[in-house]
């Protein structure tokens, strides 16, 4: 159950909104023996209204004009996902392959348009079907001190007749030294159209983490992250106490 209050951009007014959300959840596991597991799954989830809806956005022109957009009814936007998956495990080998669909139901953008303060247009962009289908295969292998994951993902996106279709390959070596030391690596190539592609234009985002476990509660690390990128790479410094 959720509850929003907030200003009206047009009248100022205040408002607010009661949404209950029926969450289904469906989950069948088959399990023939020790090293192989299947799996099959439906859930509905729901995308819930955020700060920008219930600010909207204001765009402002030189002669006058404000155009007013967002999702105004603070309509939340539901997901429809289906799933099915098999895995196969052994003391030092674990490889899934996990396929997905997801159906959304977008929701109706609303624009209005003011002249000096007065709404002289208003109408509403009709909500756009869209469907993500992802195939997922991933295996992690542990020797020693040494866990490697290695993984790859493939999207296709369909959205009102277009496909989009993008993938991603993971590879994730970690390193226990011993005396509470561990390094992380995390690397992943991102094909075209990928939303990290066309946000820094690298095809290859990397991370690097040192860390040290103090005791049974006091973690410190040392994380450099965007390793690739062309015009910029972080790094931070985390203090962890785990009661």
């Known amino acids: 159950f959720y509850h929003y209050g907030y200003k009206n951009d047009i009248n100022s ?3 607010s909104r ?8 469906a989950s069948m596991l088959y399990k023939p023996s020790y090293h192989h597991q299947f ?17 909207n ?22 997901a429809d996902v289906y799933r099915v998956a098999y895995t196969f495990s052994q003391p030092k080998v674990w490889t899934s392959l996990i396929a997905s669909y997801i159906d959304t139901h977008d929701i109706t953008t609303d624009i209005e348009t003011m002249y000096n303060g007065v709404p002289v247009l208003s109408w509403g962009n009709d909500p ?39 993938g991603y390959i993971r590879l994730n070596p970690s390193l226990n030294f011993g005396s509470g030391w561990k390094i992380d690596a995390h690397a992943v190539w991102c094909s075209k159209h990928t939303a990290e592609k066309v946000a ?21 690390a040392a994380q450099w992250h965007d390793m690739f990128c062309k015009d910029f790479s972080t790094g931070n410094f985390r203090l962890m106490y785990y009661f």
Do not use: W
């Not at 956005?57 to 404000?66: C, E």
């Not at 820094?200 to 049974?216: A, E, F, H």
């Open 13 to 15: 007014a205040d408002e």
């Open 18 to 25: 009661n949404d209950p959300y029926n969450l289904m959840i």
């Open 39 to 55: 799996q099959g799954a439906y859930y509905r989830r729901f995308v819930s209204p955020d700060s920008y809806d219930t600010h």
């Open 57 to 78: 956005y204001l765009h402002f022109d030189t002669d006058g004009r404000t155009v007013i957009t967002g999702n105004q009814k603070l309509d939340y936007q539901p």
């Open 128 to 166: 756009a079907s869209c469907s993500i289908t992802n195939i997922d295969l991933s295996t992690t292998i542990k020797s020693g001190a040494l866990m490697m994951t290695v993984g790859g993902s493939f999207y296709n996106k369909h959205i009102s007749g277009d496909d989009t279709r993008y």
């Open 200 to 220: 820094t234009d690298t095809d290859v985002y990397g991370m690097l983490s040192l860390q040290k476990s103090i005791g049974k509660h006091l973690t410190i």
